[in-house]
T-cell receptor
Framework: DAGVIQSPRHEVTEMGQEVTLRCKPI?????LFWYRQTMMRGLELLIY????????DSGMPEDRFSAKMPNASFSTLKIQPSEPRDSAVYFCASSLDRANQPQHFGDGTRLSIL | GNSVTQMEGPVTLSEEAFLTINCTYTATGYPSLFWYVQYPGEGLQLLLKATKADDKGSNKGFEATYRKETTSFHLEKGSVQVSDSAVYFC???????????????FGKGTKLTVNP
């Protein structure tokens, strides 16, 4: 079975540029989560969706960050404009909407803003 | 609010040593508890889980028992291998009233290095 697929795996860009990260969840999963991982702050939940609807975006750091889920098989996380402090590994995860279901993570996008 | 506290790392062990990584939690309601593992360059993978008090989760020689009286879910392995070197995350999921699972609350992670 295909797992959660993220692209690109690595992204290096200059500050001020727009960055778009992409995620394809596992087919049939109802929840989609975006996380950010840094050495200083650990793993942070940014936003999550249920059936394509954003449920909680309280973890989104500021207005420069936005996320969309136009359909059940695709989501994007956009940063515009990007800043060096946005450098991190961004993970997407998905899960079923049933009790005790684990989240399945993609391999992440390593983002470096110069 | 809900929270998870893990022992600070890093932890360095020799091969075949006994491993314990402590995890305690604070939660309202009746959480499920999870251990995830992250190998270098990869995303988190579920290692084991327990859904109610006194349940024991186990996988790949790792075990953890859901202790409601001490609000703990410590990870143990009797004999670690070099291939167990990774970062380990404890997490909880608090159920909604009708039993679905939503977001996980993660600990900060504990890095384990096993030397040959």
């Amino acid at each position: 079975d295909a797992g959660v697929i993220q692209s690109p795996r690595h992204e290096v860009t200059e500050m001020g540029q727009e960055v778009t990260l992409r995620c394809k969840p596992i087919s049939g999963h109802d929840y989609l989560f975006w996380y950010r991982q840094t050495m200083m702050r650990g793993l942070e939940l940014l936003i999550y969706f249920n059936n394509n609807v954003p449920i909680d975006d309280s973890g989104m750091p500021e207005d420069r960050f936005s996320a969309k889920m136009p359909n059940a098989s695709f989501s994007t996380l956009k940063i515009q404009p990007s800043e060096p402090r946005d450098s991190a590994v961004y993970f997407c995860a998905s899960s079923l909407d049933r009790a005790n279901q684990p989240q399945h993570f993609g391999d992440g996008t390593r983002l470096s803003i110069l | 609010g809900n929270s998870v506290t893990q022992m600070e790392g890093p932890v360095t062990l020799s091969e075949e040593a006994f491993l314990t990584i402590n995890c305690t939690y604070t939660a309202t309601g009746y959480p499920s508890l999870f251990w995830y593992v992250q190998y270098p360059g990869e995303g988190l993978q579920l290692l084991l889980k327990a859904t109610k008090a006194d349940d024991k989760g186990s996988n790949k020689g790792f075990e953890a028992t859901y202790r409601k009286e001490t609000t703990s879910f410590h990870l143990e392995k009797g004999s670690v291998q070099v291939s167990d070197s990774a970062v380990y995350f404890c997490a909880l999921s608090d159920h909604r009233v009708y039993g679905g699972s939503e977001k996980l609350v993660f600990g900060k992670g504990t890095k384990l290095t096993v030397n040959p």
